[in-house]
């Protein structure tokens, strides 16, 4: 039997700074956290399927985080478990994956999510091509970006984000003026966000750490601390540590279900999977990419952006959020009501969960039916959802 997918909950863990308050943290332990949290109440033995995204899964993650968290957090071990990693994108395109299994008919419930921990990523070192190598071998950071690359690759592709963004920037004419506004945009709505109490229900404590709201939002930020920040790809750039989003660990968990689940779970869906969207580009118009998903998605959907009610979309740079707010027409006030990733953190492989968990929110405490969920992704791709409002 096949039918829609609907969301029926969202969690994460608060996001914390690079080397912050869940530096101390296994990315498993913070996954299998985060399961337990928002599977309170439930017999984990309803899942039917665990769906996990991770970006960079050569550390702790041991491969396939997905099943070592759902071992982790006492699911039944007849629970199967599968890792995505589309990068940025990693734990939307596990929640769209599992909307699939459940439209197919191959899975009543399914638990999606992601997790990173960007301040724990190892260091690798490559094996020589030949024994007994003279002379130093060099280890290679596997935090963010681009590593160990094929040298087949054309080496215009594969500039630094931040350089990439930069030739967005000049693309698009975007000023820093522009990035920092809309920066210190974000730090605001998210403190808001915060002190109104809007991420109470949706943000889950993490045993064994002190931290209970997101690490990185700074409340006290202005256009003029920004301006005085000193690019960080070019001596004439405008991309700074101010106007990124920043390093950051975290982990964030989506229960998906059909119609007829709500019986088992004993809850009311939110939102209806509506639409999905994937695109890619020119890997240096990562940041753009998201332009293409999000249309592409909602024509899926049969709506227009004029019926769109709001728009949650991964703020990597402020640059590249600008451009494809600007493509879209949207107004901006209904773009990131909560606070983006340049305040709350960009945990790599959990972004997409906490967009998405929060969009649905978003769309019930404004009234609104239809929503976007969008990320950029390195290398060139982007990814969108469509949500609408079940509780309207």
């Known amino acids: 039997m096949s039918g829609s997918a609907f969301l029926y909950g969202s969690a994460r863990t608060p996001f914390g700074r690079f080397g912050g308050g869940l530096a101390g943290i296994r990315p498993d332990d913070l996954a299998a956290g985060v399961i337990r949290g928002l599977l309170t109440g439930l017999d984990p033995g309803v899942i039917d399927e665990v769906v996990w995204g991770n970006a960079n899964g050569a550390g702790e993650e041991n491969r396939n985080v997905a099943r070592m968290a759902a071992l982790l957090a006492g699911l039944p071990v007849s629970v199967p478990g599968t890792t995505v990693n589309r990068l940025c994108g990693s734990s939307l395109d596990a929640a769209m994956t599992g909307s699939r299994m459940i439209e197919t008919g191959d899975a009543e419930i399914v638990l999606t999510g992601g997790v990173e ?197 991964n703020e990597a740079f402020a640059v590249q959020a600008l451009a494809c707010v600007d493509a879209w027409g949207v107004d901006p006030g209904i773009v990131n009501t909560r606070g983006g990733a340049i305040a709350i953190g960009h945990p790599l492989g959990a972004s997409g969960s906490r967009v998405l968990g929060t969009l649905a929110k978003v769309l019930v405490e404004r009234g609104e039916r239809w929503g976007v969920a969008a990320l950029c992704i390195g290398v060139g791709q982007g990814l969108a959802v469509v949500l609408e409002n079940v509780r309207i």
């Open 117 to 313: 921990s960007m301040t724990r990523a190892p260091w690798v070192l490559p094996k020589p091509s030949r024994a007994f190598p003279a002379g130093d071998v060099t280890a290679v950071s596997t935090t963010l970006g681009w590593r160990l690359v094929n040298p087949a690759m054309p080496k215009e592709w594969t500039v630094s984000l931040g350089e990439a963004n930069e030739q967005l920037r000049e693309r698009f004419g975007i000023s820093r003026e522009r990035q920092d506004a809309f920066a210190v945009r974000s730090h605001r709505l998210a403190h808001t966000a915060w002190e109104q109490g809007f991420y109470d229900d949706l943000v889950l404590p993490v045993p064994g750490t002190d931290l209970t709201r997101d690490e990185s939002v700074r409340p006290g930020t202005s256009v003029e601390a920004l301006a005085a920040l000193k690019p960080a790809f070019r001596a004439d750039g405008t991309i700074t540590a101010g106007n990124a989003s920043p390093l950051s660990d975290g982990a964030g968990a989506v229960l998906l279900g059909s119609e007829r689940a709500a019986d088992v779970l004993g809850r009311t869906p939110i939102a209806r999977i509506a639409g999905r969207g994937t695109a890619a580009l020119d890997p240096r118009m990562f940041g753009y990419a998201p332009v293409e998903a999000a249309d592409l998605a909602l024509r899926r959907a049969g709506v227009g952006w004029g019926r769109v009610g709001a728009v949650e979309l």
